[in-house]
């Protein structure tokens, strides 16, 4: 089976989950059930030590779990391109150093330990814990752009758009936007990948949300001291949680084979 099929057959689940899953499943309230309860009757996949449905549990877990990895990206994108598509494209030196180097020094910063920094002030909060992880994530985003767009902003083509009196937006916009899309989609598929684990760790570590959210990392940190009792308690989320990001990265590599292809193809 192509790799391209595989990686979509292993996306199909946990995202079908995170985008309709709220919407066909049952309450996960506590107290619901006996804890620990094995699978079968109402519960198929058993509860967890809470005394809440796992399958329903799993079914709510999937917005926050994915929705804040992909909201952390698509902000560090957002800022991050824009500053390296900025860069690529200043005609001074000057403003090329001015825009990259102060971010130099986020570089070395350790992640978790920014997340725990923000935590102690918004603990609990997903908005806050999406935006740190975006933060860390502008450095690594900015220089990816600025190196995947500096061979187009200084190309003949873009030369010859310049003596055309093209302005300066509509050659970054244009031309040497689209000149990256193939590099930038790569890096979106371990970017993604890796804010899934950023964010798992945060939670996992109660540094994010709530203890009792109904969150794919929670369940499995709330439900580790059962695993022998309760397998799927833990067995079920940590399952979404691979999938995606074996999916994710599945699709991403094809992206990339196929974009050296295209640059092997131009030389």
């Known amino acids: 089976m192509p790799r391209v099929s595989v990686g ?3 996306l199909a689940l946990p995202l079908g989950a995170a985008l309709f899953g709220p919407l066909v499943a049952g309450p996960a309230a506590p107290g619901a059930y006996a804890p620990y309860a094995p699978g079968g ?6 509860t ?4 809440r449905d796992v399958l329903a549990l799993l079914l709510h877990g999937g917005r926050t779990a994915l929705g804040m990895a992909l909201g952390a990206v698509a902000v560090a994108y957002l800022a991050g391109g824009l500053i390296g598509l900025l860069a690529a494209t200043a005609r001074r030196r000057w403003v090329d150093e001015l825009l990259i180097r ?3 020094v986020l570089l070395p ?3 978790l330990l920014v997340i725990s920094v923000i935590a102690v002030g918004w603990r609990g ?3 806050a814990i999406t935006l740190a992880i975006a933060a860390v994530n502008v450095p690594p985003v900015a220089r990816v752009v600025r190196a995947a767009a500096l061979d187009a902003a200084s190309s003949p083509v873009a030369e010859a758009l310049r003596v055309q009196g093209e302005s300066r937006l509509r050659i970054q916009l244009d031309y040497v936007a689209r000149s990256v899309l193939s590099p930038v989609a790569a890096d979106i598929g371990t970017r993604v990948t890796l804010a899934v684990f950023l964010v798992g760790s945060a939670n ?3 540094l994010g949300l709530n203890p009792t959210a109904p969150d794919w990392a929670v369940s499995i940190s709330r439900s580790r001291e059962g695993l022998l009792l309760q397998p799927w308690a833990v067995l079920a989320p940590a399952l979404m949680l691979v999938m995606f990001t ?3 990265n599945l699709l991403a590599d094809r992206r990339l084979a196929r974009s050296r292809r295209t640059q092997e193809a131009v030389r």
């Open 8 to 10: 979509a057959l292993l």
């Open 41 to 46: 009757g109402e519960n198929p996949l058993g």
């Open 48 to 51: 967890d030590g809470l005394g």
């Open 102 to 104: 102060p971010l130099d």
């Open 109 to 111: 910063l350790p992640t």
């Open 125 to 127: 909060s997903p908005v």
């Open 204 to 206: 996992f570590l109660g």
């Open 246 to 248: 074996v999916g994710l």
